[in-house]
């Protein structure tokens, strides 16, 4: 078990390659699509955003990240004495047609392939995704957490249609002509799945590159007029039955995991580790289930995070485990004392059990 760090594409930066070291973290998960362009300033960027009818804004261009550019990132992160785990998420611009089964699906798989080659060359042994359509919306945020902390939560599902031009909530058209999504059923979606993992995970064999699944957020069944695939523990075992690739693993997010209304969060962390099947973990504490749950400090939710890293530790869990996102404290620093904290829970905890 590893202690890792994830980082923003805005905090690609010393200041924040220094900042994760100093909490601990040996590893780094990077996301590299820029999911606060819209914001105005730092104090922005830090919060989690939430998203209104524009989502969290305009999707890339939909370039690749060339090896170039990855090699550039990865000789900053080696040099302040990390390890570049992971990359998280696809920009929607690169993939919304495969997403919606549109006319360019077949170009931009091509081109999802040449990505997963680039990350292979790059020496990035894992690339995470999240097959969603709605992305993550019905996001509210409030003082959620103890001592009136600010997080994200939901009260509610969000059932306004996703406007043409808008996938995984953030606008990859603005000239789309008007309209909506046209509804399809969950086996539709579980197709566009398939397909996708049949296409895209023997390339990523080949590059050494795994492909981890994070779990729809919020786990509803429906979002936003759009059906889910992942949103009970047992559908993370008809994803990885899909193919049986070494390089199909999941991106395990224990804070969704604990908002689904099926199955205990301790058998399915157990369940999923046991086979070696997630590539890295999302750790963060929640209270409630879907559509009513807060996200909370680590310590004060409804898990109990030491009794899942002893379930790691007996599977022999050897990947990098994160902090997915914290309260803010009330300080200058609202995000950096958010994450300093979960980060001394999480090293002090897995410190300990390294003991035990
Ligand atoms: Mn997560």
């Not at 973290?25 to 819209?38: E, P, S």
């Not at 550019?69 to 004495?81: F, M, P, Q, S, Y």
């Not at 611009?93 to 919606?100: A, F, H, N, Q």
């Not at 390089?247 to 070696?276: H, K, P, W």
């Amino acid at each position: 078990m590893k202690l890792g760090f994830g980082l923003y594409r805005h905090m690609l930066n010393e200041q924040h390659y220094k900042f994760a070291r100093q909490c601990g973290a040996t590893h780094v998960v990077v996301h590299l699509v820029d999911y606060f362009g819209h914001a105005k300033n730092m104090s922005d960027k830090s919060n989690q955003p939430v998203g209104g009818n524009q989502g969290w804004g305009h999707a890339g261009d939909g370039q690749l990240w060339n090896l170039e550019e990855l090699l550039a990132i990865k000789t900053e992160i080696d040099a302040h004495g990390l390890k570049w785990e992971a990359i998280e998420n696809f920009d929607p611009s690169m993939w919304y047609d495969v997403l919606l089964d549109g006319p360019k699906k077949h170009e931009q798989l091509e081109r999802l392939k040449d990505q997963i080659r680039i990350v292979g060359n790059a020496g990035i042994p894992v690339f995470g995704y999240n097959f969603s359509l709605a992305g993550v919306a019905s996001r509210i945020s409030g003082p959620f957490a103890r001592g009136g902390a600010t997080s994200v939560g939901m009260d509610g599902c969000d059932d306004s249609p996703v406007p043409t031009g808008m996938v995984w909530n953030m606008v990859y058209d603005p000239d789309a002509p008007e309209g909506y999504l046209p509804r399809i059923s969950h086996e539709e979606l579980w197709d566009r799945l398939q397909y996708f993992l049949d296409e895209l995970l023997p390339v990523a064999e080949e590059a050494g590159v795994k492909l981890a699944a994070h779990p729809d957020d919020p786990p509803m069944p429906v979002v936003r007029q759009t059906p889910r695939l992942v949103y009970q523990p047992h559908m993370y075992q008809r994803l990885l039955d899909l193919n049986p690739s070494p390089a199909n693993n999941l991106e395990f997010c224990l804070g969704s995991i604990s908002e689904m209304t099926d199955g205990d969060v301790y058998e399915v962390t157990d369940q999923y580790t046991r086979q070696d099947k997630v590539a890295y973990i999302h750790c963060r504490n929640v209270v409630g289930k879907v559509p009513n749950y807060k996200e909370v400090f680590i310590d004060e939710g409804d898990m109990d995070i030491i009794r899942i890293m002893k379930i790691l530790k007996k599977n022999k869990y050897s990947g990098v485990l994160i902090p997915d996102h914290t309260p803010q404290m009330s300080c200058d620093a609202p995000w950096h004392a958010g994450m300093a904290f979960a980060m001394g829970y999480l090293k002090a905890a897995m410190d300990h059990l390294a003991q035990e």
